[in-house]
């Protein structure tokens, strides 16, 4: 029960649910001001950490390969990514298209949603990043490959 000289405040976050009563004062209205201003630093900082982490650590370094089966022939795909100023880059390798390292026009990686543009090809590659289950790993990227009106559905995995 709350007495109208109790101040309550409802905090949610996914699961967890947290009830906080204050007494109407003038110290305590004080408190409760700069609490509010506290969560914001500390969830800033943490979202600070967050990014530094995930740039220094980009997830799509390296080179992803997987089958691109058109008919009845696998061309083969490896997309070899790189960072540079904070942008994405790529180059694709194909034995079956006859490409060997021809650069990307556009990469763009938005949440997990990824986008490499090759205007020479004429191939729009859009694809979902998937990650182990604690989030930290990435394990695949699952993908289409458009190219005029063709679209083949393709898994690709770090290549070693």
């Not at 004080?30 to 995930?54: E, H, K, Q, W, Y």
């Not at 490409?99 to 556009?106: H, L, T």
């Not at 490499?116 to 020479?120: A, C, E, F, H």
């Not at 859009?126 to 005029?148: K, V, Y």
């Given at each position: ?21 204050i007494?109407?004062t ?31 650590n ?33 180059s ?6 006859g ?8 990469v ?7 986008t ?5 090809l ?27 009106s ?11």
């Open positions: 029960m709350v007495t109208p000289d109790l101040l309550v405040i409802n905090l949610h976050r996914d699961s967890l649910r947290l009830n906080i009563y007494m109407k003038a110290t305590n209205c004080m408190r409760l001001l700069s609490f509010p201003l506290i969560c914001l630093l500390l969830s800033l900082n943490s979202a600070a950490a967050l990014l530094a982490a995930d740039a220094s980009p997830p799509l370094i390296g080179s992803w390969g997987g089958p691109l089966v058109i008919g009845e022939d696998d061309l083969g795909l490896i997309f070899n990514f790189s960072m540079t100023g904070g942008e994405y880059s790529a694709i390798i194909s034995d079956g298209l490409v060997y390292g021809m650069p990307a026009d556009r763009r990686l938005n949440g997990r949603s990824l490499v543009v090759i205007g020479r004429n191939v729009e590659f859009t694809g979902t990043l998937r990650f182990d289950e604690a989030g930290e790993n990435l394990l695949r990227i699952d993908a289409n490959w458009f190219q005029g063709e679209m083949v559905p393709v898994v690709l995995t770090p290549v070693e």
